[in-house]
């Protein structure tokens, strides 16, 4: 969990954006010291800094939530997409190819997501199943990942697929620093 936590505070780059720049002396402990481990510090207590939760945090693993109810966040987003678009091409024909390969990745992911934190109480299970579904999800790029949007996709499922793209690269930032 540890290392799950640490790649979150590297990761939060993407979750959170620009926010307004704090001095590392304005920040907590419980932040300015697990973002000394990563590899671009700064960074790293400006984004925490701006996440009220965040800097209430007096260990790792809430940290390590927030990053990954953002990522969550991006599912469900791209999921109900996803869903009122399908919904207004049923009858009319096959759906376009990006919009199926991205709404099967948005709903294994979701779904994988919601498991993670409608989970038990015990922690260290609820990672330990979150990792394993990751290793083998990350293993092979879905079509989605590797080959959508494509020029014919609409600005919906340009939306979409983006979305999706979004929550892999933040999943990948994950294994990428714990050593996978």
Known sequence: MAA?????????QVVVGSMAEQEAGDAPASITGPCSRTGDKKACVELLSGIPEARKATTVGPLAELYLQAIANHTTEAKAMATKLLATMKGKGVPPVCLQQCTASVDTLSNALAAFFSASADVNKKYRDLDGFLVGFLKQPPICMSACPI????????????KFHQAWKMLGRMTQFSGR
Do not use: F, K, N
């Not at 799950?4 to 939060?12: D, N, P, S, T, Y």
């Not at 020029?151 to 983006?162: K, P, Y």
């Open 4 to 12: 799950v936590g640490l790649l979150v505070l590297v990761g939060l």
């Open 151 to 162: 020029r014919s996709c609409d600005m919906e499922e340009v939306t979409i697929a983006d």
